[in-house]
């Protein structure tokens, strides 16, 4: 079973439209990152948010992180097409930071 | 910057073949990755290099896939013999010891077919 595990295979929304991705995962982590890969390239990462951070924010891109109930989600305002893509989670899977497994990825696409 | 370079950007091989996928990391990086990527599978890790030395050899992948680092800005992943089921896309990714966090910068990936 995957360490993190993004919660919806696929997303559908509009341009303009809010969307959030949720992520749960199984270990105690250092850190949770946040991925995003268009067709054809590598993932790039979008926010990394270290296990003692609660929110973290960059541009329209506002990632949550509560080491409670280990889940983190990823809230994209105001979509654009260019937003389309496969966006993965992914943690260090309680190796103190080296090993960084993936989620299994949601696609994500914004019509216009 | 020069980013993570990958090559070749597609590799068809026959069943049986031997394959070597190149990756070169971000100068100055010293952690070096390799995954596979499928859709079933998603992304997983095939080796892990930190400074040189492989400290994750990827357990089921061990005994066709081998990496290598050559120097610190070459790495170059092996297949031997290729099956069919080795088809997917190997993407390599460079990283910056933060001390507890890693942020990969990854290449393009080389998609491989076998046949």
């Known amino acids: 079973s995957q360490l993190a595990e993004e919660n919806s295979w696929a997303l559908s929304v509009h341009e303009g439209e809010s969307v959030t991705v949720n992520c749960s995962y199984k270990?105690?982590?250092?850190?949770l990152q946040w991925y995003r890969q268009k067709s054809g390239k590598g993932p790039a990462q979008l926010i990394l948010i270290r296990s003692n951070e609660r929110e973290k924010r960059n541009g329209r891109l506002r990632a949550t992180l509560d080491t409670s109930s280990q889940s983190s989600s990823l809230s994209i305002t105001a979509t654009r097409c260019e937003d389309t893509a496969v966006y993965f989670c992914a943690t260090d899977a309680g190796t103190g930071g080296y090993k960084v497994v993936f989620g299994s990825g949601t696609r994500l696409l914004v019509s216009p | 910057d020069a980013g993570v370079t990958q090559t070749p950007r597609h590799e068809v091989a026959e069943k049986g073949q031997t394959i070597i996928l190149k990756c070169e990391p971000v100068?100055?990086?010293?952690?070096l990755f390799w995954y596979r990527q499928t859709k079933i599978q998603g992304l997983e890790l095939l080796s892990y290099f930190r400074s040189k030395s492989l400290m994750e050899d990827g357990g089921a992948f061990k005994d066709r896939f081998k990496a290598e680092m050559l120097n610190s800005s070459f790495s170059t992943l092996k297949i031997q013999p290729t099956e069919p089921k080795d088809s997917a896309v190997y993407l390599c990714?460079?990283?910056?010891?933060?001390?507890?966090?890693?942020?990969?910068?990854f290449g393009s990936g080389t998609r491989l077919t076998v046949l």
């Open positions: 100068s100055g990086h010293n952690d």
């Open positions: 270990t105690s982590i250092t850190a």
């Open positions: 990714a460079s990283s910056s010891d933060r001390g507890g966090a890693e942020t990969l910068y």
